[in-house]
Structures are given as C-alpha cells and as structure tokens.
C-alpha cells in the first residue's frame, strides 16, 4: 500500500501536549510562523485550557480545540483520522506514547515526537514499522534538540566529505541551558529501565534488516581531552548516536563504513569529571523507587526555565569529520537548546511534513532521512547556524 491521501483532513498539523511547557512554545512558535493557510489545532487534555491559549495565540480564531485524553484511546484515534500531522508532546512517551502512535501509524497520519526514550523507539520500531509502512505513515521521534543538531549537523559534516570511503564524525556539545519539569521525569523514567532499554534493543536487532556491504557504527568511547576541539570531551549516553546512526544506515551517502561518537565537551577537567559523577549519581538514583519519587517532585511537571533565562541560553555543536585523508570543521549553534529551539525544530519539522517536497519514505525514519536538505534550509531561515568552518 502507498501513502494514505491525507489531504482532505480537516487539519495539517494537530499539536497534541500544546498546554504542556513546550506545547505551548510549539504553539506560540506556529502561531507567529506558520504560513497563512495552514489548517492546524491545540490539543490535550484540558479543553479550557486549550481554549485559553488559543485565545492568547495571535489569529487564534483560526486555530483549531481538539480535545483528547491519552487514557481515552477513542479520542486519540479520533485525533489521528484528523490530521495529517500530529506533532506530540505529552511524555514519557513510555507511559503516554503507544495508543497515539499506533493509531497514527493505522491512520497513515505523520507522526512526530520529541522523545529520546531509546527503549520507547525500539520498541515503536517492532510494533508499529510495518503497519507505518503499509500505510505511508511517517514516525519521527526525538524532533527536538534530542536529535536534530547531532542528526543533521553529522548529515551536513558528511556532505562535506569525500563520497563512496569510510567517514567518521566525532560530535562535541557545548551548552548552557536548564531542562523542565517534563523533561526532567523523562530522563528520571528511562533512567530507572537500563534492563528494559537493554531488551528493547535486543529486540529491534532482531527485527531489523542487516545492512548489507556496508557498515555503521558508534564505538564505544572514554573521557579525553580533545585537541581538535581543545576541550575536555566526556561520551554522551543519550539517544542521539543511535538516531545518526540510523541515517546512515540508511543513507549510502554516509560511505561503507561510517562511525560516529559523541561527546559533551566542557573546559575544565573538574566541570568533567564533576559531569561524569552526577550523572553516575542521578542514573543510581533513578533505581531506587524512593529517591526517583523524591527527584521528580522537585521539577513539577508544566515547570521550566523561565523566559530571561532562555533568551541567555545557547548550544554550539562542533562536529569534525575525517574521510579519505580530509578533514573538516562544522558547527551547529543557536539559542536556549531545550525550549526555544526544541518548539523552533519541532515546529518547522512538523510543517516540512505538511508542506516541503520531500523525498518518499514511511515506517520509522529519522529527521535525516525523511528531510534532511529541506530541514537545514528551514532552520536556517529560522535562525539555527549550520556552517563550514575549516577544512583541512
Ligand atoms: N527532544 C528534546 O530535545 C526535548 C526537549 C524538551 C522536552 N522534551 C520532552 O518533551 C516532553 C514534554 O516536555 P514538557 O517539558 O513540555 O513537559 P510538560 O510541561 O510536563 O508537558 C506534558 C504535556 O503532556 C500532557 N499530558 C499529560 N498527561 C496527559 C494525558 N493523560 N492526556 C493528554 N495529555 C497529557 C500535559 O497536559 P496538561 O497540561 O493537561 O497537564 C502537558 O501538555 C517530555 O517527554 C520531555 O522529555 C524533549
């Protein structure tokens, strides 16, 4: 089966979570810029919620209430057959995210999320591919800064690069940014489910296809001072190494043997060795019911940094790519990372969907491969650098 004709919908675009704390931001950001035209609509749980921020949403008259409740599965199929898009935000997604997605990937509607779940992915991966591909449904996760920069700024270093030989990118984030409370309880969830996470992607290789002639990897690697970068890099355990990963499986652009690792790099040898420790203590925590409970009641769920802070925020992504004796230098950067740009990512991803000519895939597919050319150049226009800034 081909692509489901989804165009006589009432709506493009459904933001489902939109009184969330990016919710909102999503909304605020597609209210100031979604092109006159765009059929698109708040949805959630709250129905005098959703009413109010429409209200306060510049042309709001024109948006669109679709209340709807992820304990009532008829309301989320009911939104699914409605959209061509749904763009969602109500995590953990291990909790909140199946109904959702399975009705989408039935309803041959787009689906985007902001998760970085590892374990929710694989597992949407083994339940929901094949019917998303018989219908033309596409399912993006992590449409955030959890995988954008680190999924396009590696498909941008890799363009940069010799065709047809072995490439590697080492990516290296350096931030100053806080998480909301949603985020927060996320991390904290998938924190406390190693052996799950562990089983989840045991699972997904063995429902994956091998990638044939070709290889991509991530290695595993340790703390190092990076001279490159001339900072101290410390391995990231998140979800975005397996999200390029994944593109370049799919991408023969990325050459016959493609290995990319990532790093946080920070400038002082304590602020690393300080990372490495909290993250130890958090990811500890997190196995013990109590003190997860105890965590997650101090960042309540709706809470975030507040708008002084994120217009002082910022992210700078160095990659550098090596391949055939080249080298070269690129950057990624912009604005508060996990609001601000999260909604700007997610916001213009779910519009590409709607809008941008695209090349044809369904099933599972990371933003790289779904829209990567058409992507860069939106979050371009939006304010996000992507450059060149050496070869060698
Ligand atoms: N990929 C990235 O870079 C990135 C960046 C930021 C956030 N995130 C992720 O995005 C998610 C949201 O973060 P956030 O800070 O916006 O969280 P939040 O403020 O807690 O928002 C969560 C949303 O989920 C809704 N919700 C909860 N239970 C629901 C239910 N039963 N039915 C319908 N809606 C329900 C909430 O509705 P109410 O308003 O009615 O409570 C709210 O709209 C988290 O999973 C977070 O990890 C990812």
């Not at 009184?19 to 950001?29: P, Q, R, S």
């Not at 590892?118 to 449409?143: K, P, S």
């Not at 699972?203 to 595993?220: I, N």
Request: charged share 25%.
């Amino acid at each position: 089966m081909g692509r489901s004709n989804t165009t006589d919908r009432p709506y493009d675009i459904v933001l489902f979570g939109a009184t969330g704390f990016v919710g909102a931001l999503t909304a605020e950001y597609l209210a100031a810029h979604a092109p006159k035209g765009l059929r698109w609509a708040v949805s959630g749980r709250g129905e005098e919620r959703l009413r109010a921020l429409r209200d306060r949403l510049p042309g709001g008259e024109a948006i669109g209430v679709l209340p709807a409740d992820v304990t009532d599965p008829a309301s989320l199929r009911a939104l699914a057959g409605q959209a061509r898009v749904v763009a969602t935000t109500v995590g953990p997604y291990l909790t909140h995210g199946e109904e959702l997605l399975a009705a989408c990937a039935d309803a041959g509607t787009d689906y985007l999320d902001l998760c970085g779940e590892a374990e929710f992915v694989d597992l949407m991966y083994v339940r929901h591919d094949a019917r998303a591909r018989e219908t033309g449904a596409r399912l993006l996760h992590a449409a955030g800064f959890d995988s954008v920069p680190y999924d396009l700024g590696a498909y941008f270093t890799v363009r940069q690069l010799p065709e047809g030989v072995p490439l590697s990118v080492d990516g290296f984030m350096a931030a100053d940014a806080m998480f909301s409370g949603g985020t927060f309880a996320s991390s904290l969830h998938q924190a406390g489910r190693v052996r799950q996470m562990t089983a989840a992607a045991r699972e997904r290789r063995r429902h994956e296809p091998r990638l044939v002639g070709r290889r991509a990897s991530v290695p595993v690697s340790a703390p190092r001072f990076a001279g490159e970068v001339g900072a101290w890099a410390v391995p990231m355990p998140t979800i975005d190494p397996q999200i390029v990963c994944r593109s370049a499986r799919a991408l023969d652009r990325y050459g016959p043997d493609f290995r990319y690792r990532q790093y946080a790099a920070v400038r002082r040898l304590p602020v690393a060795l300080g990372g490495v420790a909290a993250f130890g203590a958090l990811a500890a925590a997190a196995q013990l019911p109590p003190a997860r409970r105890w965590l997650t009641e101090r960042y309540r769920p709706g809470d975030g940094p507040d708008a002084e802070k994120r217009a002082r925020s910022w992210f700078s992504l160095r990659l550098v790519g090596e391949g055939a004796g080249r080298r070269v230098y690129t950057e990624v950067a912009g604005g508060d990372p996990g609001y601000g740009e999260t909604a700007k990512m997610f916001a213009e991803a779910a519009m590409a969907l709607v809008l941008d000519a695209l090349p044809d895939t369904s099933g599972q597919v990371t933003t790289a491969v779904a829209m990567g050319d058409a992507l860069i150049e939106r979050l371009v226009r939006a304010g996000i650098t992507f450059r060149v800034a050496a070869t060698r």
